[in-house]
């Protein structure tokens, strides 16, 4: 099984490249989503793989990812996943247990929660998968996931679907002990974190944080 952990470049917004740029690290496998394959390019080199059905693949970009040695997993435009859901199938096959998707935020909103609707795979239990820009991170909470960031930063909990039962946090301005979060209901919305860690943790039902980070400057225009 590979040691390293396998980034995903998707085809959504990534506001802030030098943010992004700070999330990678040596070793990294980088695959691109399709169109991702600019944000892969703008944050240093040419993915290592791209999959998709190559639609959304700038001008130019395809004759530098073939100089680069990219390989190419290309499939038909007319399917029934996305190609970001593709290219965390092959992660999953190549025994990555890590995966950081970059660049599934933002843009057009069916996709955005269509990307956040992908974590909730039951395929996905017991692989650490977060969608991340750089300022915002969003993960499933699989009993107790750790949070790290800075004191300020904003903590969001959403039930997805169902309710959440026994949700319990620290590190947080307001505390929640054992509650039951409901996915119709706004309970769990801007908590604060007070150091540079937290917890959250549930025992039962589909959890999605959203951390935002305070201490991330906009982008340059």
Same mark, same amino acid.
């Given at each position: 099984?590979? /040691?390293?952990?396998?980034?995903?470049? $998707?085809?959504?917004? %990534?506001? +802030?490249?030098? =943010?992004?740029?700070?999330?990678?690290?040596?070793?990294?496998?980088?695959?691109?989503?399709?169109?991702?394959?600019?944000? =892969? #390019?703008?944050?240093?080199?040419?993915?290592?793989? #791209?999959?998709?059905?190559?639609? *959304?693949?700038?001008?130019?970009?395809?004759? @530098?990812?073939?100089?680069?040695? @990219?390989?190419?997993? *290309?499939?038909? =435009?007319?399917? +029934?996943? /996305?190609?970001?859901?593709?290219?965390?199938?092959? $992660?999953?096959?190549?025994?990555?247990?890590?995966?950081?998707? #970059?660049?599934? %935020?933002?843009?057009?909103?069916?996709? @955005?929660?269509?990307? &956040?609707?992908?974590?909730?795979?039951?395929?996905?239990?017991?692989?650490?998968?977060?969608?991340?820009?750089?300022?915002?991170?969003?993960?499933?909470?699989? !009993?107790?996931?750790? %949070?790290?960031?800075?004191?300020?930063? @904003?903590?969001?909990?959403? $039930?997805?679907?169902?309710?959440?039962?026994?949700?319990? /946090?620290?590190? #947080?301005?307001?505390?929640?002990?054992?509650?039951?979060? &409901?996915?119709?209901?706004?309970?769990?919305? *801007? +908590?604060?974190?007070?150091?540079?860690?937290?917890?959250?943790?549930?025992?039962?039902?589909?959890?999605?944080?959203?951390?935002?980070?305070? +201490?991330? !400057?906009?982008? *340059?225009?």
């Amino acid at each position: 099984m590979p /040691t390293n952990r396998a980034v995903i470049f $998707a085809n959504g917004i %990534l506001p +802030n490249v030098p =943010a992004a740029q700070r999330l990678l690290r040596e070793g990294d496998f980088w695959i691109a989503a399709d169109g991702g394959c600019r944000h =892969a #390019l703008a944050c240093g080199r040419a993915p290592d793989v #791209l999959v998709g059905d190559l639609d *959304s693949i700038p001008n130019g970009i395809r004759q @530098t990812l073939d100089r680069a040695g @990219t390989v190419v997993k *290309s499939f038909p =435009a007319e399917k +029934n996943e /996305t190609d970001l859901e593709l290219a965390i199938r092959f $992660a999953v096959r190549e025994g990555f247990a890590a995966v950081l998707i #970059l660049g599934g %935020l933002g843009g057009r909103t069916d996709q @955005t929660l269509a990307n &956040l609707a992908l974590l909730f795979d039951a395929e996905l239990a017991g692989i650490n998968i977060r969608i991340d820009d750089g300022r915002e991170e969003a993960v499933r909470v699989w !009993k107790r996931t750790m %949070l790290r960031g800075a004191p300020g930063d @904003t903590v969001s909990l959403l $039930a997805w679907g169902v309710p959440a039962e026994g949700v319990t /946090t620290e590190g #947080l301005k307001y505390p929640l002990s054992g509650e039951r979060l &409901l996915p119709h209901k706004t309970r769990g919305i *801007s +908590n604060c974190m007070l150091a540079d860690e937290a917890a959250v943790t549930v025992q039962k039902g589909a959890l999605l944080c959203i951390h935002t980070r305070s +201490n991330i !400057k906009p982008a *340059s225009m």
